[in-house]
């Protein structure tokens, strides 16, 4: 009986899921393929027609969506189960039965953090492999755009990298202006040159930027490498026969992503990615990026807890009113959603709590309160 009923439960509760997931999705794509119709007209008069166009873009960008709107797709799965069920009377059936209410929602609740997990799948898993086509949005598909550049310092070689525009088809910035600490000012104050070419590090050369039509300093070719510490910091033609003249190198653990996506990188980087952020050098995160980190563990926590609050309120039997379900429910997410947001102001962004308190606090908030709403469930 029990297998009978959790797989009845759990098909209703996928179909539900699937349907709401469907429904948001096609929202999202409808609204704003209707705003952005005309680049998707230009886009597909260049090869491939505009229906192809609008899958590569949105196979993608539907990701992001995706992640972020999981936890309430299963709430919402959960408590059109459940008040179908109750509206149809096979609640009133299966509690005369004695079955309990908790042995109910069990299912539910495993295919909640079946859910939860596969969000963390594609969170840490999936969206950093797309993390250049997320970081363009439909006025910019092919990277061709032009964006300004958000300077950054490298904290390890002290060089402020800056540049006019950005283009993230080449990981070109043009006319890059990197400005040198007082400590390598014998080779130059400033590099000012053409173009500036972001490259990965490879097994014989280091990554950084390749400076090409270099303006500044004039005499470039003449000069010797910069070696700080016995690490080559810059490269010049004399002595690395990779380099033309008028090229330099600037060896650099800030990449191209940080310059110009500036802060968003990191709503699409892997949790591995911001903590490796974290001990690079190069960088410098603030609170905000340690909270980000330490949220992204506790939120499969929180997505659990959440639907534990919910699910009580609509199995309780003075609750006979759908609307009246929804409408505590809506107040209890909202409610839930505040004290979150909240948390990553104090924590993130105004330093008032510490990352990781700000971030496990909710859950230590909400835990008790579920679990106490969970209690009567026994019954």
């Known amino acids: 009986m029990f297998r009978l009923l959790d797989r009845y439960l759990l098909r209703n509760f996928v179909r539900m899921f699937c349907i709401s997931l469907f429904v948001f999705s096609a929202m999202f794509v409808i609204v704003d393929a209707f705003n952005n119709l005309e680049e998707f007209i230009e886009y597909g008069k260049e090869g491939g027609g505009v229906l192809v166009v609008v899958y590569k873009y949105y196979r993608v ?5 995706v992640d972020m709107l999981s936890p309430l797709l299963v709430l919402l799965a959960a408590i059109l189960t459940l008040t179908t069920m109750k509206r149809a009377q096979e ?5 005369a039965a004695g079955v309990a209410p908790l042995r109910v ?3 539910l609740l495993m295919a909640g953090v079946a859910v939860s997990l596969l969000g963390v ?8 492999r797309f993390r250049d086509e997320l970081s363009r949005n439909a006025q910019n598909w092919l990277g061709e755009q032009a964006f300004p550049v958000e300077a950054r310092y490298d904290h390890q070689t002290n060089i402020y990298i800056n540049g006019e525009k950005s283009y993230a088809n080449e990981k070109r910035i043009s006319a890059p202006s990197f400005r040198l600490p007082s400590s390598m000012h014998q080779f130059a104050r400033q590099l000012h040159a053409r173009d500036a070419f972001y490259q990965r590090a490879e097994t014989d050369r280091p990554g950084g930027y390749l400076l090409r039509g270099v303006t500044s300093p004039q005499d470039l070719d003449s000069r010797e490498p910069v070696v ?3 690490q080559p910091v810059i490269l010049t033609s004399r002595g690395t026969d990779w380099l033309s003249p008028r ?3 600037v060896v650099s653990e800030v990449g191209f992503h940080q310059l110009a996506a500036g802060e968003s990188w990191r709503s699409y980087a892997s949790s591995r990615e911001l903590v490796k952020g974290l001990h690079n050098p190069s960088l410098d995160f603030g609170a905000d990026v340690r909270f980000a980190i330490h949220s992204r563990f506790v939120r499969p926590l929180l997505d659990v807890i959440l639907l534990c609050l919910v699910l009580p309120i609509v199995l309780a039997r003075r609750n006979a009113n759908p609307f009246k379900i929804a409408f505590k429910c809506f107040l209890l997410v909202v409610g839930f959603r505040i004290v979150l ?3 990553e102001h104090l924590g993130g962004n105004y330093y008032l709590l510490s990352p990781a308190l700000a971030a496990w606090l909710p859950a230590m908030v909400f835990a008790p309160i579920a679990m106490w709403s969970m209690h009567s469930l026994w019954e």
Request: glycine share 6%; charged share 15%; proline share 10%.
């Open 247 to 249: 090229e330099c190198f």
């Open 341 to 343: 947001i909240g948390c």
């Open 121 to 128: 799948a594609n969170r840490e898993m999936v969206v950093p």
């Open 105 to 107: 929602v069990r299912p």
């Open 61 to 65: 960008h539907v990701l992001p969506m």
């Open 228 to 230: 700080v510490a016995g």
């Open 91 to 95: 609640m009133t059936a299966i509690m």
